[in-house]
Nanobody, 128 residues
Framework: QVQLVESGGGLVQAGGSLRLSCAAS????????VGWFRQAPGKEREFVAA????????YDADSVKGRFTISRDNAKNTVYLQMKSLKPEETAVYYC?????????????????????WGQGTQVTVSS
């Protein structure tokens, strides 16, 4: 099992930027895909972005393409989500998750991460 701690959330004005971090400890983090997700009040959790074990392949939800960038530093056991041009409707708790399949490809749906290890989330609030 891996323990995940998200950080970097906060309050930002519309059009602003934030960088979220997902720090991992436990099983060998660098061998697994990692995803970012978000859940707004009253809404289902949705996929935001994912990255494969090496960082060579990334996947973004259509809604964030060109504005969000996922990256990882395996030496630091950390995955990042750089968010730019934030919108008020992107206010949510942002979660990261680490897949269970060794060297597996990232999933692009929430269901695909059903057996993953999840962090507790970090709140992102975008004011209009």
């Amino acid at each position: 099992q891996v323990q995940l701690v998200e950080s970097g959330g906060g309050l930002v004005q519309a059009g602003g930027s934030l960088r979220l971090s997902c720090a991992a400890s436990g099983r060998t983090f660098r061998r697994y895909a990692v995803g970012w997700f978000r859940q707004a009040p009253g809404k289902e959790r949705e996929f935001v972005a994912a990255i494969n074990w090496s960082g060579g392949d990334t996947y973004d939800a259509d809604s964030v393409k060109g504005r969000f960038t996922i990256s990882r530093d395996n030496a630091k056991n950390t995955v990042y989500l750089q968010m730019k041009s934030l919108k008020p409707e992107e206010t949510a708790v942002y979660y990261c998750a680490v897949d269970q399949k060794l060297f597996g490809p990232p999933h692009t749906t929430v269901i695909g991460w059903g057996s993953a290890d999840w962090g507790q989330g970090t709140q992102v609030t975008v004011s209009s």
